[in-house]
């Protein structure tokens, strides 16, 4: 028997598929449940065995669907073959029947989950593969499978909430047109804050100062950098402002209030959708820093993160395993 490929865009009305090479199952072989973490930065595969046994873990590269599908099949290969090496499993080892669960940046994109599964790749081994964003399977891996949310505050902002079979996303919509309370966030604004210092539009601070000092005090160095810098660049700044705002710079003090009231209103947004009080899980390197500037609404649901994103992803794949006609 044969279990489909479960192409979950997010948003409710998911769709299944079965391209042919997939077509393939033999229930008296032994299993592999791979689950694949897949940002735009870095991809983390975890492979383990039929009783849930970690064989190993494996990192490559990005893995955006939507700017390189191609590409993204080549990093998710990367980080399986990593992860197979470290339990001495040969990539095209044949008497194993695998099983995929995928969160990938780029799936808010259907034409690029389509595009994704359609073309050739070296994965095509899959008995059954399970799509969704790499958010999605962060919220899954920190609830263990239950209902909950995150917020994850990195570089950018995206939070993801499961009530059954409800999924809620708010944020994410990219920089700068979005990602409030992130690190490129806090980054620009304190960026804006040192050109409105130098052009004599506001008073200086040591906030200001010290982004300058980023710079070894070469204003023309600084201006250059500026123009060219993206998200990354100015998130590169929030740790400053975090530095500044523990020793209770006013400056840096008001931007890490604004930041945190910007996940309060995410927060919000999350809670006016839920039919039953759920818990939070705050993930990203920005959201320790932020965490005691948060409302009392969000930090009296918060709770540590049971799993991570890759252990999410497994456990997707798990699901739909079994809430299909298959029964492996």
Sequence with gaps: MIIAVGVLFPRPSSTLCLPPYLQRDNTTMPKLWIGIDGGATKTIARVEDG???????????SANIRWDAAGAWESIQ???AE???????????SQYQWYCG??????????????????????NRFAGLKLHSDGYISCLGAHGGQDGAV????????????????????????????DEGSGAWLGLQAIRQTFQWQDGRDEG???????????????????V???DATSKDFAAIAPIVINQAQAQEPRAVALMQQAAQEIDKIWSALVSKQRQPLNCSLLGGIA?????????????????AQQDAAQGAILMIRQAVKGSSFKP
Excluded at 51 to 61: D, N, P, T, Y
């Design 51 to 61: 009783h849930g046994q970690l064989i190993g873990l494996g990192r490559s590269g």
């Design 78 to 80: 990367g980080a399986i």
């Design 83 to 93: 992860a197979l090496n470290q339990g001495e499993i040969a990539w095209d080892d």
């Design 102 to 123: 995928a969160g990938l940046a780029g799936t808010q994109v259907p034409e690029a989950c389509e595009h994704f599964l359609q073309i050739q790749h070296p994965c």
């Design 151 to 178: 917020i994850a505050i990195g570089t950018g902002v995206v939070a993801y909430q499961i009530e059954g079979e409800t999924v809620t996303r708010v944020s994410g919509w990219g920089f700068p047109q979005g």
């Design 205 to 223: 601070s040591p906030l200001t100062t010290a982004i300058l000092d980023r710079f070894e005090g070469d204003f023309t160095r600084f201006m």
């Design 225 to 227: 950098w500026a123009n």
């Design 288 to 304: 320790p820093a932020l965490e005691p500037w948060l409302g009392e609404s969000l930090r009296s649901r918060l709770v540590p």
